[in-house]
């Protein structure tokens, strides 16, 4: 699902507010009936084996991700494999997650590939009260599956895992792209 299908308008804030608190999948704290990233499939994957380039980094550098899925079930499929990053240490007001990549496998029955990520430093910015994006030290959290994190029950199988930015804080420019 491109989108997130709430349960009811009632898991909404008012109209009249137009924060992002509480919409889109990267500000919804409720159970949505269908989440964003949300796919159904004849098959069923699993996830391991979640490794980064490095357990720390410095602020401005890139982080490889990689981690394997496997078809677990009796029959062929696609799936999406999904990246979501999370800022546990922010000082200021952050999503709960935030897509940061994805990439479509087809798989045979038993057949695992090896699927990998590149984060980009942009990826990990906050936007700081001034309007800036900056990179903060701190604990960041990973998570690799087929929807989001945290999302209904129907397709659980996600990898997580921790990294740390240290060092100084600072300012990634914005880009004119």
Partial sequence: MPVTFYKSVDDLPPFTDYRMQGRTYRYFKGEPLYAF???LSYTKFKYDNL???ADRISAGDKLKITADVRNVGDRSGDEVVQL???DVAASVPVPIRSLAGFQRVHLNPGEKRHVSFSLSPEQM???SDAGKRIIEPGDFEISVGGQQPNARETHPEFVKGRFRIVGRAME???SSN
């Fill in 172 to 174: 990634i420019p914005w």
């Fill in 51 to 53: 490794k980064f380039s």
């Fill in 125 to 127: 910015t906050a936007i």
């Fill in 84 to 86: 979501y990053v999370t």
């Fill in 37 to 39: 990233g949300f796919g």
